[in-house]
T-cell receptor, first 114, second 114 residues
């Protein structure tokens, strides 16, 4: 099984619908992140969490919300999806307390809003 | 100056060639550095960390030049399977506006041809 699992892998939804993307990890890491990736724009941070009681906005949090249900689970919600939220979404985790560790990414969710 | 910059490429090289990418960063106090590989529509995968003294992993060599604020990735004897996008990631220091999260470049695309 993958260390960081995202569901669903692909999703097509209609404008205005609420959708939740889920992420779970077996690495025991405290730090979890949600990114979106668009062609030419690179990875952009949506939200991040350093533990269950800690949630922080990233650079593009408008239109999104998150929930850290447990150390291992971090979900991303689009309250009312719009077409410009069509993107590839990645969850990531980071171990350790310092900066020496890189991120481990999930395999991504390809979201299309029509 | 952008926080982390990469030449988007594409770098088109023949099999067996040596190719090098650079990644510049703006915060001179940045603490740790990484190279990721991303295949089309897949998640970024950690290729290697970059250590101050430089480090090598098989055909891959990473170097850090703090004076000029860039990191580099050298690939020797390129293989067709090296074709991918290579992302650099930089860890800025903790500050009022930064939680020390990784900042990613937009990536350099490499295409190795037969």
């Amino acid at each position: 099984d993958a260390d960081v699992t995202q569901t669903p892998r692909n999703r097509i939804t209609k404008t205005g619908k609420r959708i939740m993307l889920e992420c779970s990890q077996t690495k025991g890491h405290d730090r979890m992140y949600w990114y979106r990736q668009d062609p030419g724009l690179g990875l952009r941070l949506i939200y991040y969490s350093f533990d269950v009681k800690d949630i922080n906005k990233g650079e593009i949090s408008d239109g999104y919300s998150v929930s850290r249900q447990a150390q291992a689970k971090f979900s991303l919600s689009l309250e009312s999806a719009i077409p410009n939220q069509t993107a590839l979404y990645f969850c990531a985790t980071r171990g350790g307390q310092g900066s020496a560790y890189g991120y481990t990414f999930g395999s991504g969710t390809r979201l299309t809003v029509v | 100056r952008k926080e982390v910059e990469q030449d988007p490429g594409p770098f088109n090289v023949p099999e067996g060639a040596t190719v090098a990418f650079n990644c510049t960063y703006s915060n001179s106090a940045s603490q740790s550095f990484f190279w990721y590989r991303q295949d089309c529509r897949k998640e970024p995968k950690l290729l290697m960390s970059v250590y101050s003294s430089g480090n090598e992993d098989g055909r891959f060599t990473a170097q850090l030049n703090r004076a000029s604020q860039y990191i580099s990735l050298l690939i020797r004897d390129s293989k067709l399977s090296d074709s991918a996008t290579y992302l650099c990631a930089v860890n800025p220091p903790l500050s009022e506006g930064s939680q020390g999260n990784l900042i990613f470049g937009k990536g350099t695309k490499l295409s190795v041809k037969p």
